[in-house]
């Protein structure tokens, strides 16, 4: 016998609101639509989701519905069913969407991290080729004050009594220098290939 075969007494105890109707009739609904889930190969969560779901449209409009004949109730059901599998799929869908762009954007935050990283890196090395390049041309005395003032972070006075020099002398030494690395700087910049903005 047809698990939906109801009396129409049946089907209007259940439109009438009589619970212990519903009850059976939710009965004979659920398994009407874990066949129908099995035949879609569905997984037991979802099948369980999907009657769920199918369930409470059923009850919300089961006092609209109008019963034309043998097979309209199947009919009706499934078209709930079919309708609520849909909308599970497109909310599942938008779901992967967003954890797929969501992926993609840490990866491109990752890759962006990565090439500032890079660049720093990379600006490091070249401030350090200057610097060495620029060491080399100037007196040990004259790097030696740009040393202590510049990247050890002393006082002018602290500096010029450690190198037996005046203070004025010591905060022109390290202007000098400090002037050659920007130079060496700017010179190996405009040497460098600039970006087309086309990648291979």
């Not at 369930?55 to 097979?71: A, E, N, P, T």
Request: proline share 1%; with cysteine; charged share 30%.
């Amino acid at each position: 016998m047809n698990q939906l075969d109801t009396s129409l007494g049946m089907l209007q105890r259940v439109q009438s609101g009589d619970d212990a109707a519903w009850r059976e009739f939710a009965k004979r609904v659920a398994i009407v639509v874990t066949q129908w889930a099995n035949w879609k190969r569905l997984q037991p969560a979802d099948t369980e989701d999907l009657t769920h779901d199918t369930l409470l449209i059923v009850l919300s409009k089961i006092k609209d519905f109008k019963h034309c004949g043998r097979g309209s109730l199947r009919a009706w059901l499934r078209t709930i069913a079919r309708r609520c599998f849909g909308r599970a799929q497109h909310s599942r869908n938008n779901v992967l969407r967003l954890e797929l762009a969501e992926r993609y954007q840490r990866t491109d935050d990752q890759i962006a991290d990565l090439e500032e990283e890079f660049d720093r890196l990379q600006e490091l090395d070249l401030l350090k080729s200057c610097m060495l390049s620029v060491q080399r041309r100037v007196r040990s005395q004259a790097w030696e004050a740009f040393q202590l003032l510049a990247v050890e972070g002393l006082s002018g006075q602290d500096a010029a009594t450690k190198l037996n020099m005046r203070v004025d002398a010591v905060h022109a030494a390290k202007a000098r220098v400090q002037k050659l690395i920007t130079g060496e700087l700017r010179r190996r910049d405009n040497l460098r290939p600039r970006d087309s903005g086309a990648f291979a």
